[in-house]
C-alpha cells in the first residue's frame, strides 16, 4: 500500500510513502483485485485447483481467506477479472485453463455475504476456438463478459445478475481481447485490438447491436500494438486506455478517446523491454483526483513498476518498482 505524492511532486518516487512491509495473502497466480465505495479492498487468486477470496478494510488487514464456488470442480482456473460496484457487490469472471485448451468463462458474484453459483457465459468447447482474458462490465443488473477467441472476441450480456444470471445476447468482434465499459446511459463501449490495424474502440447499444464507426485509439504508435490492453471509462464518459508497442524496443501508450477522436496520437511511457509478448499487462487506473497510473511488469528486469501521468498529460513520470522480480 502507497501514499501519492502530493499534487506538484517533481519526482514520482520522491513524493511515495511505503505504508507498511509486504505481507503474502497466499500461494497463487494471477491474482484480481477491486476496491468498492467504503474502501474494502477485495482480492481474488488461484491455487491448486481453487479459487480464493479475501477482503481487508481501510486498515489493510485481510480476514481469512474463503473459498469461491467452483463450476467444475478442482480444475486450473485462471485469468480472473474481478469489479466492485457501487452498492458493495463484487463481481468476478474467470477461465479454466490457458491459452487454447480454455474454452469456457464464469461469472460469478457476492452479496450479502454470500456468492451466488457460477454461470457459463462464454463456451467455446468442441470448437476451435478459445476463450482467454475474459473482461466483464457492470451496469445496474446487466454484466456484460468478453472472451479473446483467437483472431477476435465474443460479448455476451448477463441479465438479472443480482438474482438469477442468464445470457441474454451474444455477438462476436474482430477485436482481440475486447474489454467491455457501460456508459452512464447504458450504452456498451469496447476497447480491443483489431489485428494490425492497432487498438479500437467499438459502441454497441445495451443489447451488443454494433452503433457507427470504430474509432483508432493507439494512433501514432510506432509499430504493432500488442494484445492485453487496460481500459476504464471516467465520471464524464472518456475511455482512458493503455497498451504496449514495440518501436522496437517496447514501450507503454496510453490514449483516450478524446484524443483520438480529436486526431491526436498516443502518449508513450516508459521501455519495458523486448520481446515483451503477453508478459507485460498493463493496469490502469484513475483516482478520485483524476490522476492516471499505469502500472506493469518491465520485462527486461521482471519488476513491477508504476508510473503517473504528468497533470498536463503530455509525459509519464520515471517509474518506481513496486516489487520484486519476478519470471514471466
Excluded at 524496443?249 to 498516443?266: D, F, L, P
Aim: with cysteine; net charge neutral; proline share 6%.
Amino acid at each position: 500500500l502507497f501514499h501519492p505524492p502530493a499534487a506538484g511532486t517533481a519526482s514520482l518516487a520522491a513524493g511515495w510513502n511505503d505504508l507498511g512491509e509486504i505481507r503474502e495473502l497466499g500461494a497463487g497466480i494471477t491474482p484480481g483485485i477491486c476496491v468498492d465505495g467504503a474502501g474494502t479492498i477485495h482480492v481474488v487468486y488461484m491455487h491448486d485447483g481453487a479459487i480464493s477470496y479475501r477482503r481487508a478494510g481501510t486498515d489493510g488487514l485481510f480476514d481469512q481467506a474463503e473459498a469461491v464456488p467452483l463450476p467444475d470442480g478442482q480444475a486450473n482456473y485462471n485469468s480472473p477479472h474481478f469489479v466492485c460496484d457501487s452498492g458493495g457487490t463484487v463481481h468476478l469472471v474467470f477461465e479454466r485453463d490457458v491459452t487454447r485448451a480454455s474454452k469456457k468463462a464464469w461469472y460469478v458474484n457476492r452479496q450479502a455475504g454470500g456468492w451466488s453459483a457460477p454461470v457459463l457465459a462464454i463456451d467455446h468447447s468442441g470448437t476451435p476456438r478459445r476463450v482467454n482474458y475474459p473482461r466483464l462490465a457492470v451496469a445496474d443488473t446487466n454484466a456484460y463478459v468478453a472472451g479473446f477467441t483467437g483472431g477476435g472476441s465474443t460479448l455476451v450480456k448477463l441479465e438479472n445478475i443480482r438474482a438469477a444470471p442468464r445470457v441474454a445476447a451474444r455477438i462476436d468482434t474482430l477485436l482481440w481481447v475486447a474489454h467491455p465499459l457501460v456508459t452512464k446511459t447504458g450504452e456498451l463501449l469496447v476497447v480491443g485490438r483489431d489485428g494490425a490495424g492497432g487498438h479500437k474502440l467499438e459502441r454497441y447499444s445495451s443489447d451488443l447491436a454494433p452503433r457507427g464507426e470504430p474509432l483508432l485509439l493507439s494512433r501514432g504508435t510506432l509499430a504493432k500494438t500488442l494484445e492485453p490492453t487496460a481500459a476504464i471509462i471516467d465520471e464524464t464518459g472518456v475511455v482512458h486506455a493503455a497498451g504496449v508497442t514495440q518501436s522496437p524496443v517496447h514501450e507503454i501508450w496510453y490514449a483516450t478517446s478524446a484524443r483520438a477522436a480529436a486526431g491526436k496520437e498516443v502518449v508513450l511511457g516508459p521501455e519495458v523491454g523486448v520481446e515483451t509478448g503477453e508478459f507485460t499487462y498493463p493496469v490502469l487506473l484513475r483516482d478520485a483526483r483524476r490522476r492516471i497510473y499505469v502500472s506493469y511488469r518491465d520485462h527486461t528486469s521482471g519488476e513491477s513498476r508504476l508510473t503517473m501521468l504528468d497533470p498536463d498529460g503530455s509525459r509519464f513520470a520515471a517509474p518506481i518498482v513496486i516489487a520484486a522480480a519476478i519470471t514471466r
